[in-house]
C-alpha cells in the first residue's frame, strides 16, 4: 500500500461507517440527544481539571497582578449546559 492507496481506503471505510444509526448512536451515547445531564459523572471531568487552572504568574508579573482586580469568573466546575434548540430536535427528528 502507498500512501496514495489511503484516500480510497479511506473513503470506503467512511461511507459504511457513517449512517444515521451510527450518528444517531454518537448523539444518545454522549447524552446530547436526547438530552441526559447525568450521562457523563462528575469524577469523569476531573482530567480536564489540570488544564483549568490560571497562568502561572512570574515575579516580574506581581505588581502589575496586585494592582487589578480579577475580573475572571473560571471555576473547576463543569458549566451547564442549555437544552438543545428546536432547531437542533427538529434535525435529530429527521434522522429516525
Known amino acids: ?3 496514495l492507496d489511503i484516500p480510497g481506503v479511506c473513503s470506503r ?3 459504511l461507517a457513517m449512517t444515521p444509526a451510527n450518528i444517531q448512536s454518537g448523539f444518545e451515547v454522549s447524552g446530547i440527544y436526547p438530552f441526559n445531564r447525568n450521562r457523563i459523572a ?5 482530567p480536564s481539571v489540570v488544564t ?5 504568574v512570574s ?3 506581581v ?4 494592582a487589578e482586580p480579577s475580573t475572571s469568573t473560571s471555576t473547576s466546575e463543569p458549566s451547564e449546559v442549555s437544552q438543545p434548540s428546536a432547531d437542533m430536535q427538529a434535525a ?3 434522522f429516525s
Open 1 to 3: 500500500m502507498q500512501a
Open 13 to 15: 471505510a467512511f461511507k
Open 42 to 46: 462528575g469524577d469523569e471531568f476531573l
Open 52 to 56: 483549568d487552572r490560571p497562568e502561572p
Open 59 to 61: 515575579s516580574s508579573d
Open 63 to 66: 505588581t502589575e497582578v496586585a
Open 92 to 94: 435529530c427528528k429527521s
